[in-house]
């Protein structure tokens, strides 16, 4: 994830991981048990929450609710970030009608596709893809999730960042080629479930032997 260094992008995955403890009504976790969850080492984990200032009780553990304010220092914003999404699709859809997305301080404020007419029953405003330009730029829009078809995608991609967008999380399997000075986050769903089934078959290959 290019502009976003390890440690902030595993404060993240600690945050979300710890919301959902704390949902459960989980008090405390071990070191073990949450790095296991997180899909890291036990001493990787424990050396980044020495910036934390927060300890762990022996056999006990970290105090969830103590974790959880730590954490949202280092990732929690302020204000709630404004975006858009390109492509109101079955994917974008679902994305529209995904909650999460306010509890975690984004806001998407509007959808964007050529078949609009069909999408007015949405909870955000949906608008003619060509009118995303000018929305952007009224609005000061910097961040955008694209889920329009893979061969529009790069055009797409470009007209957003021609607007004012400077960031992309792009859920199209097309690989765009924007200025270096845009940060996207590619996403394809697909990659990802071949890489978990070949994970799958490493690591009984290696039982096996």
Do not use: W
Request: hydrophobic share 40%.
């Amino acid at each position: 994830m290019k502009g976003l260094n390890n440690l902030t992008f595993r404060y993240l995955q600690y945050y979300n991981i710890v919301q959902r403890l704390q949902k459960q009504g989980i008090a405390s976790v071990t070191s073990h048990n949450l790095a296991s969850l997180c899909n890291i080492t036990a001493s990787q984990l424990r050396k980044d929450f020495m910036h934390l200032s927060i300890q762990g009780i022996n056999k006990v553990g970290y105090q969830v609710l103590d974790l959880l304010v730590a954490l949202e220092k280092k990732v929690k914003k302020d204000e709630e970030t404004p975006l858009i999404l390109v492509g109101a699709g079955s994917f974008g859809t679902a994305l529209i009608n995904y909650n999460n997305f306010k509890t975690q301080g984004f806001d998407i404020v509007a959808a964007f596709d050529i078949d609009f007419e069909n999408k007015q029953n949405f909870k955000i405003p949906v608008m003619h893809i060509d009118d995303c330009s000018s929305f952007i730029k009224e609005h000061n829009i910097k961040l955008a999730i694209l889920t329009v078809p893979e061969k529009v995608a790069q055009h797409t991609a470009r007209k957003l960042v021609d607007a004012g967008i400077d960031k992309i999380l792009n859920l199209t399997p097309e690989i765009l080629n924007l200025p270096s000075n845009i940060t996207v986050n590619n996403i394809n769903i697909v990659i990802e479930l071949e890489y978990l089934f070949l994970s799958a078959i490493n690591s009984d290959n290696k039982k096996k032997k």
